[in-house]
């Protein structure tokens, strides 16, 4: 069976009969189906996001290095000050590494804070294994 004119609609390419092989009917397409797929993975993008910012992202311990200075060939001296709830306490993990980026030592060091008082400044002599080149504050986390 031949297309002629009257089959087709008024924008369709008219091919020759025979020369490419029958024709697909159109696929039906499912917008309901791919709307729901998008909603799902948005919604399990979001828990995991929230998940993750619950686990890791908690902006209450940020802490920020003030200044290190008095190194010596084993010690150095951490000046930082850390935003905590109010009246809350972190364990704040501190470290120093050498000129070359090798860890010279590490150590958890408590902070805790009066009622009131959301930003504490804390000062940390850090003893090393080797002459450190820098002093830093890894991460802080609520006190267990």
Same mark, same amino acid.
Do not use: K, W
């Given at each position: 069976?031949?297309?002629?004119?009257?089959?087709?609609?008024?924008?369709?390419?008219?091919?020759?009969?025979?020369? !490419?092989?029958?024709?697909?009917?159109?696929?039906?397409?499912?917008?309901?189906?791919?709307?729901?797929?998008?909603?799902?993975?948005?919604?399990?993008?979001?828990?995991?996001?929230?998940?993750? !910012?619950?686990?890791?992202?908690?902006?209450? !311990?940020?802490?920020?290095?003030?200044? !290190?200075?008095?190194?010596?060939?084993?010690?150095?001296?951490?000046? +930082?000050?850390?935003?905590?709830?109010?009246?809350?306490?972190?364990?704040?993990?501190?470290?120093?590494?050498?000129?070359?980026?090798?860890?010279?030592?590490?150590?958890?060091?408590?902070?805790?804070?009066?009622?009131?008082?959301?930003?504490?400044?804390?000062?940390?002599?850090?003893?090393?294994?080797?002459?450190? +080149?820098?002093?830093?504050?890894?991460?802080?986390?609520?006190?267990?």
């Amino acid at each position: 069976m031949t297309e002629t004119h009257a089959t087709l609609g008024p924008h369709a390419p008219v091919f020759p009969p025979g020369r !490419y092989g029958r024709r697909r009917a159109p696929r039906r397409r499912r917008p309901v189906l791919a709307a729901l797929l998008v909603v799902a993975v948005v919604a399990t993008l979001t828990v995991v996001s929230v998940r993750l !910012y619950r686990q890791y992202g908690d902006p209450a !311990y940020d802490a920020q290095v003030i200044s !290190y200075g008095d190194i010596t060939d084993s010690e150095v001296v951490i000046d +930082f000050r850390v935003n905590l709830p109010d009246g809350g306490a972190a364990v704040c993990v501190l470290r120093a590494r050498d000129h070359a980026g090798a860890e010279v030592a590490r150590e958890e060091v408590p902070v805790s804070a009066v009622e009131g008082q959301r930003h504490v400044t804390v000062r940390h002599r850090l003893v090393t294994s080797a002459r450190p +080149f820098i002093g830093e504050v890894v991460r802080c986390r609520p006190a267990t």
